[in-house]
């Protein structure tokens, strides 16, 4: 018959079980609990994506002893009206059912957009458009105004916003050499439009110019008037002061007497 198997290193068969729980010394006590916040609150799931709200959120740790450990949300869960709450702060409103369909055979086509022609760079395009959701007036008429100097249309604002977002000489040539190569008016965006609009007006920026110049003079006149004022009465005071003098007087006293050289 083969030879016993050879016993286990360090001891003379298998190590012994562990100790039943309950049983033998204990290990260390746990650790004490540590803050761990309010209770998780109730969470509420919008049936549709809402607005983001920009704040800092509170690590709920540091809840404890601040105004929100006193704040009682839960209770107005039952008296809120969720769903005004969800058509006013939406992200998006809900299509309804059908809405935005096209008149296909299968209501399924959806009516494709025409985007409109930009000839400008995209900044140029932003800037020209803000300016423009100013007038609440055609194109056209921000021209005719401009022309007999409207001016219930020509405010110191306005003229201001034109004056600054004028087209260009080769802005309304690439309007010119769009139209001219078949393109329609139509076709191109707001800006392009209104550059279309007011290239036959002579000398635009400097019309422009001239009636910013008439309607901010009295307001810049009245600033400089009153930087004047206050520049004499402050030299007047200084001249007619009794500390600068002394503060001269011993100013000189202590170079002479120092023999520090002037600066």
């Not at 021209?143 to 260009?168: C, M, Q, W, Y």
Request: charged fraction near 30%.
């Amino acid at each position: 018959p083969p030879p016993p198997p050879p016993p286990m290193p360090g001891g003379d068969g298998a190590p012994p079980p562990p100790p039943m729980p309950g049983g033998g010394p204990g290990g260390p006590p746990p650790p004490p609990m540590m803050n761990q916040g309010p209770p998780p609150k109730k969470k509420l799931k919008p049936r549709t994506k809402m607005k983001g709200l920009m704040w800092t959120k509170v690590n709920a740790k540091q809840v404890k002893g601040t105004v929100w450990d006193e704040v009682d949300d839960e209770k107005l869960y039952s008296q809120l009206d969720r769903d005004t709450l969800e058509n006013l702060f939406c992200s998006a409103k809900p299509k309804k059912k059908g809405e935005g369909e096209g008149a296909g055979a299968d209501g399924e086509k959806k009516k494709e957009k025409e985007k409109a022609v930009t000839l400008l760079d995209m900044r140029r395009s932003q800037n020209l458009s803000i300016m423009l959701s100013r007038f609440k007036v055609s194109h056209a008429e921000i021209a005719k105004g401009i022309e007999r100097l409207d001016p219930a249309l020509l405010s110191l604002d306005n003229v201001a916003a034109l004056h600054s977002f004028a087209p260009t000489a080769e802005e309304i040539e690439s309007v010119k050499e769009f139209l001219s190569a078949g393109g329609k008016l139509s076709e191109l965006a707001a800006p392009e439009q209104f550059i279309h609009a007011v290239a036959s007006i002579p000398d635009l920026k400097g019309r422009l110019g001239s009636v910013l110049t008439r309607l901010s003079f009295e307001q810049k006149a009245r600033a400089a008037n009153e930087s004047v004022s206050l520049l004499s009465r402050a030299v007047e005071e200084v001249r007619s002061g009794k500390r600068l003098k002394k503060f001269l007087e011993v100013h000189i006293f202590l170079l002479f007497f120092a023999r520090l050289p002037f600066s």
